[in-house]
């Protein structure tokens, strides 16, 4: 059965440890027309800050959705699965282009998955300010 809908600061330690293993993720984003799009992404998670981080080409649709949605940003929610454990994040996505907010990412993302980031001049970061968590496992 799947845990309720819990806020992102009350999270146990199975949760937060799924959350550090490597996993490939996707991100659903809204269209302009309201309908989903979900691609596979590479998310990192800041518990203590309460933020999602995805990093992305800026000419890429999931940033143009996020950009679409206006200053307040996007609901956007981001899921992993392995086997028949599963976590998701939902939040507010805005778009960062400042080089620190990218460099973090970046090292960020080196750090989960192991591997530095190809260079991308256009690199910008999808970051989430979450509202809610969800997860079996």
Not at 4 to 33: I, M, N, Q, V
Not at 90 to 114: C, I, S
Request: one cysteine or more; charged letters at 25%.
């Amino acid at each position: 059965m799947a845990t309720p809908a819990r806020h992102p600061g009350a999270l146990d330690p199975a949760y937060l440890g799924f959350w550090r293993e490597r996993h490939l993720c996707t991100l659903t984003t809204p269209r302009p027309d309201g309908t989903p799009h979900v691609v596979p992404v590479g998310v990192t998670y800041e518990p203590e800050a309460g933020l999602a981080r995805v990093i992305a080409s800026s000419t890429s649709r999931k940033v143009r959705n996020v950009l679409a949605a206006g200053p307040g940003g996007a609901r956007v929610a981001v899921c992993q699965v392995d086997g028949r454990r599963w976590a998701t994040l939902e939040g507010v996505a805005v778009v960062r282009t400042d080089p620190d907010a990218v460099a973090e990412a970046e090292r960020r993302y080196a750090e989960r998955y192991r591997r530095t980031p190809s260079p991308n001049p256009a690199r910008v970061v999808i970051e989430i300010r979450l509202t809610r968590t969800m997860g079996h496992g």
